[in-house]
Nanobody, 122 residues
Framework: QVQLLESGGGLVQAGVSLRLSCAAS????????MAWFRQAPGAEREFVAG????????NYADSVKGRFTISRDNAKNTVYLQMNSLKPEDTAVYYC???????????????WGQGTQVTVSS
């Protein structure tokens, strides 16, 4: 069993930066593909970014490319999402997800965190 715990959300103004963290615990934590998703009010959940277990392969949604960076520290079993130049449309609940086998936006991730709220004011 894998547990994911997100942190780092908050209320910020447009243009600033914020870093989210997701700590994974349990067996195989360091070998998991990790990802961030988000869900805005009234919208479907959408893929934001993903990173393979090695940390060498990442992918991003077009809406965040060039502004967000996903990274991981396998020694700490933690994945990060550095969000720069935040916009009001980035407002959402951000979820951490993990899977042992697949990766990318189409992967049916097996494990999910509780989510952390990010609100960007204009």
């Amino acid at each position: 069993q894998v547990q994911l715990l997100e942190s780092g959300g908050g209320l910020v103004q447009a243009g600033v930066s914020l870093r989210l963290s997701c700590a994974a615990s349990g067996r195989f934590a360091s070998s998991l593909t990790m990802a961030w998703f988000r869900q805005a009010p009234g919208a479907e959940r959408e893929f934001v970014a993903g990173i393979r277990s090695s940390g060498r392969t990442t992918n991003y949604a077009d809406s965040v490319k060039g502004r967000f960076t996903i990274s991981r520290d396998n020694a700490k079993n933690t994945v990060y999402l550095q969000m720069n130049s935040l916009k009001p449309e980035d407002t959402a609940v951000y979820y951490c997800a993990a899977d042992r086998t697949c990766s990318g936006s189409g992967c049916p991730y097996d494990y999910w965190g509780q989510g952390t709220q990010v609100t960007v004011s204009s």
